[in-house]
């Protein structure tokens, strides 16, 4: 599996960015809050989610562990696939988000792409019940 790169941003789209580590380009998907720190040409360090599926590898990059961390532990809630998660962390960045854990905030799930009320209370519940990722909160 893959756990991070380092290289140097080839390019930026709107869902993702390439980088090019040692010759080989990576297709990164991405937060556009991580986007947004990106520019091409320039050096970048990115923390690594691997997905491996039947039908492709998916790489999805964050800026810190602590993000990376959270991701795949906001995939551990029933109806939160990758998409979702990545539109939590972009409304919610690590401290806010478990500033709306503790405070069971349905309103702040919800200002999420892809998350609608059901969803947002599910989360606010679910996620109140469980421990943070391992090393964080």
């Known amino acids: 599996m893959i ?18 580590v040692g010759g080989v380009g990576y297709l990164v998907q991405a937060g556009a ?8 040409g320039a050096a970048v ?8 599926r039947e039908d492709a590898i ?12 959270w991701f ?3 995939q551990t809630i029933p109806g ?12 919610l960045p ?3 988000l478990v500033d709306a854990i503790a405070a069971q905030d349905k309103a702040a799930f919800a200002r999420a792409n892809g998350v609608g009320p059901k969803l947002a209370a599910r ?8 421990q943070g990722p391992k090393g964080f909160v």
């Open 123 to 130: 989360l606010a519940q679910e996620l109140a019940a469980k």
């Open 72 to 74: 795949a532990h906001l």
């Open 58 to 69: 998916r790489l999805f990059g964050f800026a810190g562990e602590e993000e990376r961390a």
């Open 94 to 96: 690590p401290d806010m």
């Open 45 to 52: 360090r990115l923390f690594i989610e691997t997905h491996v």
């Open 80 to 91: 939160v696939g990758a998409k979702v998660a990545l539109g939590i962390l972009d409304a």
């Open 33 to 40: 809050r991580t986007l947004g720190q990106l520019s091409v």
């Open 3 to 20: 756990g991070s790169l380092q290289g140097t941003v080839a390019a930026i789209g709107e869902d993702s960015a390439l980088v090019e």
